[in-house]
């Protein structure tokens, strides 16, 4: 059994912003941040539109009095509660546009934040947060959340114990299809706001190009030197890129590459990752997520399960997992595990003031700021022709 947050001994109360409505990882956050039960949703400002917000408490079991009209109101109406009900952190759920001053306003306020992706739409924005987050000492989580299935994290120990030798390629590939039928001239009951340049700040770039990068970085613990990009809008009306290339130039020599699509016919959430290495290669895919594939020339392909009890399985890969092998686990699983390790810093934080650092077992600040400054220098890249730039 997991336990409750044993520095605290109680569960975290949370916040939720959007998730209203038609609204998508709203629901998702709700969900995976009590799937352990060690956090309570107690208060939401759920939607843009006052009344939608009021009305979609109660499917998230929000009581009325904390159902807030905007975030502006659930900050100073959650201030004025005794310190022993007042939420501890919020999670963002909101279009890209709206990040960086929500975040802002509730580290401000002293609660802690889970945000989802990208972090902000300008890299301006994203510098400004991080200096927030340092100065108010409060833990900030960014729900890039493929980092949480396990048989990444144990690729990631693969690589790390030194498995498949030194790292010298890495293919992300991340394939959707649901931009090539959207009529942006139809009145979506969702995510309208994905096709506003000024809102979302970039296409699919931001939405599934920054999902690629993080989780090549987690996993491979390599950054980027240098990089070139051309990005793509074949979409007939579409103002913003949805289609993509980012040849990338790691820090260790390794050549890597991510493609990314939102115009690739039949694809759901086709998102692979590759890494090929001096001993060994390695393949994993987001679709039958409780499996990694590891390949050595001349010998027989391994396929790693998903198996808490397998001898083969690492101790991060373990720990992210919650039921037997064969029991399939999969996105709220994943998405958990973002929670989970940031409600370790959450509960520590609470006790004794614990400052996590630049390196959490969650996306961080940092790593935020890295993504939104690679959908920059992406775009950079792509209006000079698919320049190298240093990065
Ligand atoms: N981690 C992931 O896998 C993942 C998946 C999808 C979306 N996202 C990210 O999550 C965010 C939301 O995406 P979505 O697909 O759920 O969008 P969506 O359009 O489905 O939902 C957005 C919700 O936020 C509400 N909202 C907008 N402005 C608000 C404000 N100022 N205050 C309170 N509520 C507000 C809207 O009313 C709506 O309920 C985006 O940043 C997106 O990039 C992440």
């Not at 599934?208 to 070139?228: D, E, K, P, S, W």
């Not at 820090?251 to 991510?258: T, V, Y």
């Not at 996306?363 to 920059?376: A, F, Q, S, T």
């Amino acid at each position: 059994m997991i336990p409750l947050n044993p520095e605290i001994d109680r569960k975290l109360r949370m916040g939720l912003i959007g998730g209203g409505g038609a609204a998508f990882i709203g629901k998702v956050h709700a969900i995976s941040a009590t799937l352990d039960n060690r956090a309570r949703l107690c208060a939401g400002a759920l939607s843009s539109d006052p009344q939608r917000a009021k009305d979609s408490a109660s499917i998230f079991g929000i009581h009325e009095d904390r159902a807030y009209e905007n975030v502006q109101q659930l900050i100073e109406s959650e201030l004025q509660l005794d310190e022993k009900d007042r939420i501890d952190f919020v999670s963002i759920a909101t279009p890209n546009h709206t990040h960086a001053e929500i975040a802002q306003t509730a580290l401000k306020a002293g609660f802690h934040v889970i945000c989802d992706k990208p972090m902000t739409n300008k890299v301006e924005d994203a510098r400004e947060l991080v200096k927030t987050v340092e100065q108010t000492g409060k833990i900030f989580a960014l729900t890039h959340n493929y980092t949480g299935y396990p048989m990444i994290r144990q690729a990631r120990e693969i690589i790390e114990a030194g498995e498949i030798g030194d790292i010298l390629a890495i293919r992300a590939t991340y394939l959707q299809g649901w931009l090539t039928t959207l009529d942006e001239s139809v009145t979506a009951s969702r995510g309208t706001w994905k096709s506003d340049p000024v809102k979302a700040g970039s296409g699919s770039l931001g939405d599934i190009g920054t999902h690629a990068y993080n989780l090549l970085r987690f996993v491979t613990g390599l950054n980027v030197n240098q990089l070139a990009a051309t990005t793509e809008s074949f979409h007939p009306t579409r103002r913003l890129d949805d289609y993509g290339l980012i040849q990338l130039r790691m820090d260790n020599g390794a050549l890597g590459i991510i493609t990314y699509s939102q115009m690739s016919h039949g694809r759901l959430n086709d998102f692979t990752l590759e890494i090929d290495g001096t001993a060994g290669a390695l393949t994993w895919n987001q679709e039958d997520p409780n499996r990694l594939v590891m390949q050595r020339q001349g010998a027989a392909t391994e396929i790693m399960h998903r198996h808490p009890a397998g001898a083969y399985m690492h101790e991060l890969a373990r720990l992210a997992t919650r039921i037997p092998g064969g029991h399939p686990e999969g996105f709220y699983e994943a998405f958990a595990n973002i929670y989970r390790a940031a409600y370790d810093d959450i509960a520590k934080n609470i006790a004794n003031g614990f400052n996590p650092g630049i390196n959490t077992l969650y996306p961080n600040v940092y790593d935020g700021l890295e993504g939104v400054r690679l959908i920059e220098r992406v775009q950079a890249s792509s209006e000079e022709n698919n320049a190298w730039l240093d990065f």
